[in-house]
Structures are given as structure tokens and as C-alpha cells.
């Protein structure tokens, strides 16, 4: 069974960084594709970036673009969310997410696509 494990969360002010890490376990780490969610308060989960296997390719949504950075580290089987410039707006649980099927090369943008989840990491940041 694989499990995912989310890190890093906290309280920032505006302008901030944080880095979020994502710690796999339960099968071959390198034959996942990743991604980042996150949640606010009464408002759907929303993609924020994703990953392919190899950490050649990734994707991220307009509202993050230029601000974060998604990277992996297939020997420690964990994968990163690096957030500079963070906004109020930012504010959410963010949640890694894990394909095991045949997209490992894929960029996934949506919920379904994924098989596993991590728990979740609260962001949150002050104006």
C-alpha cells in the first residue's frame, strides 16, 4: 500500500517562502507521477503543479506560475513544493498526490487521475 506523507506546512507572512516536501512509500517511487493540490476553506480542491516520473517535465497552474516549484528526489522518494512570494490567497491545506498507472510520464491536472493521497499540510499566510 502506498503511503504519502506531506511536511513543511506553517504559518508565513506575505512575501514569504515555504517548501513542502512529500515522502512516498510503498512502492517504486520512480514509477510515479506527482502532483500538488490544494484546499480552502469552502472551495473544491484545486491543482497547483505536477511532475513527471523523471522530474523532466512539469506543470502548474496560472495562479502559481512563476511563484512555486515542483521537483522530486527519486533516491528519497519524496517530492517538493518550493512557494516563493506567497499571498494571503495562497491559504489551504495542500495535499501530494500519487499515479501509479500507465501516466507515469503524463502531467496530471485532475483529482481522478491520481490513486493516492497524502494527508495534508496546512499553509497558511498572513497579510
Known amino acids: 500500500q502506498v503511503q504519502l506523507v506531506e511536511s513543511g506546512g506553517g504559518l508565513v507572512q506575505a512575501g514569504g517562502s515555504l517548501r513542502l516536501s512529500c515522502a512516498a512509500s510503498?512502492?517504486?517511487?520512480?514509477?510515479?507521477?506527482m502532483g500538488w493540490f490544494r484546499q480552502a476553506p469552502g472551495k473544491e480542491r484545486e491543482f497547483v503543479a505536477a511532475?513527471?516520473?523523471?522530474?523532466?517535465?512539469?506543470y502548474y497552474a496560472d495562479s502559481v506560475k512563476g511563484r512555486f516549484t515542483i521537483s522530486r528526489d527519486n533516491a528519497k522518494s519524496t517530492v517538493y513544493l518550493q512557494m516563493n512570494s506567497l499571498k494571503p490567497g495562497d491559504t489551504a491545506v495542500y495535499y501530494c498526490?500519487?499515479?501509479?498507472?500507465?501516466?507515469?510520464?503524463?502531467?496530471?491536472?485532475?483529482?481522478?487521475?491520481?490513486?493516492?493521497w497524502g494527508q495534508g499540510t496546512q499553509v497558511t499566510v498572513s497579510s
Open positions: 498526490a500519487a499515479d501509479y498507472g500507465f501516466g507515469r510520464d503524463s502531467l496530471h491536472t485532475q483529482n481522478a487521475e491520481y490513486d493516492y
Open positions: 510503498g512502492r517504486a517511487f520512480s514509477t510515479s507521477a
Open positions: 511532475i513527471n516520473w523523471s522530474g523532466s517535465s512539469s
